[in-house]
């Protein structure tokens, strides 16, 4: 007997069709369940064996704004990361967040507890040590949602001094499907 399972996720409604093939009959039953809103689903906590060491930090919101970088929405970098990659924020994937190289390394992932994943993207000139900037969209994302606290993260990879688009999106298509970050994707080169 072949069974196969066949799903379509909408952000509403789960859908669930289960088709079963025997020598002699056809079975399909359909399932239909409401699932939670996508913006509602929080990305997973790495496992243990994921996390190569944790951090005590200082986290503070940032914006791509004056008055977090000193560029208005003129000006040709605004909203562009030291690396080069455009801030990013996905609750159900990763963010850009800024740190010191010297510490977090451009492409370090990190799991924050409160805000998601993180990866290095951007450097700061008063993020020095054990600080580091979370990127929201807006001020009122940034006060609303998170503010300045200090929280112990977890490093699950530590980067190589660079942060791309391709890896941005590699890392957070994986998060978004497995609320995690996959061993395997660990292993690879992002």
Known sequence: MIHRVIRRCSSAVLLMMLICFSSNDLAIAFHVQQSEPDE???????????VVGTVNVTATGYTAGYESTGKG????????????VKVHRNKQG????????SLFPLGTVL????????????TGSAIK?????????TIKAVY???????VQVQVIKLGKGKCT???????????????SIPDALLNEEI
């Open 111 to 122: 799991y924050i507890p409160g805000y998601g994943y993180g990866i290095v993207a951007d």
């Open 165 to 179: 688009e391709q890896m941005l999106e590699q890392l957070g298509d994986a998060i978004m499907v497995n609320q």
């Open 129 to 137: 040590g054990s600080k580091i900037d979370l990127y929201f969209p």
């Open 73 to 84: 929405p003129n000006h040709p970098l605004y909203g562009i990361t030291y690396s080069g």
């Open 94 to 101: 990763v963010s850009t967040i800024a740190a010191d190289p």
């Open 144 to 150: 609303s949602e998170w503010g300045k606290k200090d």
């Open 40 to 50: 509602a689903r929080e990305v997973l906590a790495p496992p243990t064996k994921q």
